[in-house]
């Protein structure tokens, strides 16, 4: 990474990845799946002497979004979620959350954007790329200047997110994984859940690769 760096807040009720991601020099800054304890968020931007500028969501299962309200309110931000995803962040039971916590969770997004949309935050471009496969409308942003990829619940290390919650399908993952196995190798991915990796690796170990069509002869 070049002009860019993150913090890494594992939250929640199943330990999903919280990224605060910032520039350098500005010290602005950007939360990714603003996951739940909202303070511990806001602990680590005053912290770091940060300036949050917006919220990003890569989907709308409860666990990403969870403290996205609190944080936007407290800082006076936007959030910002896929059009396809729309269902996910206001039905609370198609999101999982009445499910797994036995509450109503939904977060009122501010900006919705699409495949085409021109985003740009902390001075760089956040490339929309399409992922179905955990979620109809799950997004990975790709940043092509700093060689990072913000995946989500579509790419694990080695594994990639379940496909057998509402709107999930396996064969869309199957063509989402092949579509980001065509970045470059060195490009760092920074999952939903679990350690970093990169293309590179993923392309030779990802578990998903077992249900790729076969070379002719091999």
Known sequence: MKNLDYIKLVLGSVSTNTYILYNKETKECIIIDPAAEAQKIIESIEENALKPQAILLTHGHFDHILAADDVKKH?????????????????????????FLRKKVKVDIDEYFNDDSNLEFLGEKFEVIHTPGHTKGSVCFYLKNEDLLIAGDTLFYHTYG???LYSGNHDDMIASL??????????????????????????????????FPKAEGK
Do not use: Q, W
Request: net charge negative.
């Open 178 to 211: 092949a579509k980001l196995f065509l970045l470059d190798d060195n490009i760092l991915v920074l999952p939903g859940h679990e350690r970093e990796t990169n293309i590179g690796d993923e392309k030779k170990y990802n578990y998903i690769l077992r249900y």
């Open 75 to 99: 800082y006076n931000i936007k959030v910002y979620g896929y059009e396809k995803e729309r269902e996910l962040f206001e039905d609370s039971s198609k999101n999982t959350s009445e499910r």
């Open 162 to 164: 379940r496909c057998d």
